[in-house]
Every structure is written in structure tokens, then in C-alpha cells.
């Protein structure tokens, strides 16, 4: 079993900012992306991304289940042509 943390290869920026009365959190990472049909699952406590490898997520299955109980909204978001950006939208 592997972290999520280990995708990760070089930058890991937080930010947040006020949108639309809203207040958003985001989170960028310059690692290899999300394929298409893992994004689907990436909310999942585990899944398995091919064969060989199992990945732990518990850090955004928590984070979503949090944001549900609160009405919060969580996009997952491609920042191409590689990173991926999670934001939380209070």
C-alpha cells in the first residue's frame, strides 16, 4: 500500500482566496495527474489503480466526507498538462 503523497514529484502550492462570496481553498501539485477513469474513484478510502497497486486516499476521503456534512462543495480539476488541482469551495 502506497500514499497518494507519493505522485507528488516536485511543488505542492496552497492558496485561498474569496470567489462570488464564496471562500476557496485550493491545492495544486506539479506531479503526473489523474487519469480520467481514476477521478471517478479518488474520493474512495482505497482503490486499485492497476494491477499492482493499491492506493490509500484516506486524506481526501475524510476531507469529502467533511465537506458533505457541510455542504461544501469539492472540485477535482486538471491543470494541465500534468498537475491536478483540488478546491473547497466554503
Known amino acids: ?11 505542492l502550492t496552497l492558496g485561498y482566496f474569496l470567489e462570488n462570496s464564496k471562500i476557496i481553498f485550493e491545492i495544486k501539485d506539479s506531479g503526473i495527474g489523474i487519469s480520467y477513469n481514476d477521478k471517478n474513484r479518488i474520493f474512495d478510502r482505497l482503490y486499485i489503480v492497476n494491477n499492482k497497486s493499491i492506493v490509500s486516499v484516506w486524506g481526501q476521503s475524510i476531507v469529502s466526507e467533511i465537506c458533505k456534512k457541510y455542504s461544501y462543495s469539492v472540485i477535482l480539476k486538471d491543470n494541465k498538462p ?9
Open 1 to 11: 500500500m502506497q500514499s497518494d503523497m507519493h505522485h507528488i514529484e516536485d511543488e
Open 82 to 90: 500534468r498537475r491536478t488541482i483540488f478546491r473547497i469551495e466554503f
